[in-house]
C-alpha cells in the first residue's frame, strides 16, 4: 500500500528550527564562538540538544546556518537582466559575508573543515546545493529571456561569484563596494555570453 505524506519519523518543526538559529546567533554575539555550547543553545531555544542534532551534525554546521543561510534555497531577485539578477545575488552574498558573525565564524569553520572531512561534506551536501540551486534559477531565467543561448556550468559560475567575494571578504580582508561587484559582474557576464 502506498501512502503519502512526509514519510517516516515526525515531521521537521519549522518554528523549532527559527528557535535554535535565533538562539544560536544571540550566543554568538554575547559569548563569541569558542564559548557557543549545544545545550546552552538548547536551553536558549526552549529545546532539547537532540533536536539540535537532528538538524545540524556540528556547532559549526549550525552557526554557520545561522549567521550565512540555512539549506533552504532562497531565488534570487528577477530584475530583469543576467548582470542584474547577479548582482542582486552578490549583493546578498557580500551582505551576508560581511557581517561581524560571519566574520568570526567562516574562519573557525575552514578550521574544522581541514580537520573533520565529515564536516566539509555536510556543508557541501546542505548550503553549497542550495546555493547552486539559485544560481541555476537565475541562469535558468537568462536562457528563458535569450540573453544565453545555452545554460552555463553551475559549479563554475558559483565558483566565480562566490570565490571572488570569498577572497575579497576573508582572504585580503578588502571592501567591494557596488561599483567593484558590477565589475565582478560585468566580466562574468561577457564570459558566458562570449563562450562558443
Same mark, same amino acid.
Given at each position: 500500500?502506498?501512502t503519502t505524506? &512526509?514519510?517516516?519519523?515526525?515531521?521537521?518543526?519549522?518554528?523549532i528550527?527559527?528557535? +535554535?538559529?535565533v538562539? =544560536?546567533?544571540?550566543?554568538l554575539?554575547?559569548?563569541?564562538y569558542a564559548? *557557543?555550547?549545544?545545550?546552552?543553545?538548547?536551553?536558549?531555544?526552549g529545546t532539547?540538544? =537532540?533536536?539540535?542534532?537532528?538538524r545540524?551534525?556540528?556547532?559549526? @554546521?549550525?552557526?554557520?546556518?545561522?549567521?550565512?543561510?540555512t539549506? &533552504?534555497?532562497?531565488? $534570487? =531577485?528577477?530584475?530583469?537582466?543576467l548582470?542584474?539578477?547577479?548582482?542582486?545575488?552578490?549583493?546578498?552574498? #557580500?551582505?551576508?559575508?560581511?557581517? $561581524?558573525?560571519?566574520?568570526?565564524?567562516?574562519?573557525? *569553520?575552514?578550521?574544522?573543515?581541514?580537520r573533520?572531512? @565529515?564536516?566539509? &561534506?555536510?556543508?557541501?551536501?546542505?548550503?553549497?546545493a542550495?546555493?547552486?540551486?539559485? +544560481?541555476?534559477?537565475?541562469?535558468s #531565467?537568462?536562457?528563458g529571456r535569450g540573453e544565453?543561448?545555452?545554460?552555463?556550468?553551475?559549479?563554475?559560475?558559483?565558483?566565480?561569484?562566490?570565490?571572488?567575494?570569498?577572497?575579497?571578504?576573508?582572504? +585580503?580582508? @578588502? =571592501?567591494?563596494d557596488?561599483?567593484?561587484?558590477?565589475? *565582478?559582474?560585468d566580466v562574468? *557576464?561577457l564570459?558566458?555570453?562570449?563562450r562558443?
Open positions: 500500500m502506498t505524506g &512526509q514519510g517516516l519519523g515526525r515531521p521537521r518543526d519549522h518554528e528550527d527559527a528557535a +535554535i538559529l538562539a =544560536a546567533r544571540e550566543l554575539a554575547a559569548v563569541g564559548h *557557543v555550547t549545544m545545550d546552552a543553545t538548547a536551553a536558549k531555544a532539547s540538544k =537532540a533536536a539540535i542534532y537532528r545540524f551534525h556540528s556547532k559549526a @554546521e549550525m552557526l554557520f546556518a545561522a549567521v550565512l543561510h539549506a &533552504q534555497v532562497v531565488l $534570487p =531577485a528577477d530584475t530583469g537582466s548582470s542584474g539578477d547577479l548582482l542582486a545575488l552578490g549583493q546578498r552574498i #557580500r551582505s551576508d559575508m560581511s557581517s $561581524p558573525t560571519a566574520r568570526e565564524v567562516v574562519p573557525r *569553520v575552514i578550521v574544522e573543515i581541514s573533520f572531512p @565529515e564536516v566539509s &561534506q555536510r556543508l557541501r551536501t546542505l548550503f553549497v542550495s546555493e547552486r540551486e539559485e +544560481i541555476e534559477a537565475l541562469l #531565467r537568462a536562457v544565453l543561448s545555452r545554460m552555463p556550468n553551475l559549479t563554475t559560475v558559483h565558483r566565480l561569484l562566490g570565490g571572488a567575494l570569498f577572497f575579497t571578504v576573508f582572504v +585580503i580582508d @578588502e =571592501a567591494i557596488d561599483t567593484e561587484l558590477e565589475n *565582478v559582474v562574468l *557576464v564570459g558566458l555570453r562570449d562558443p
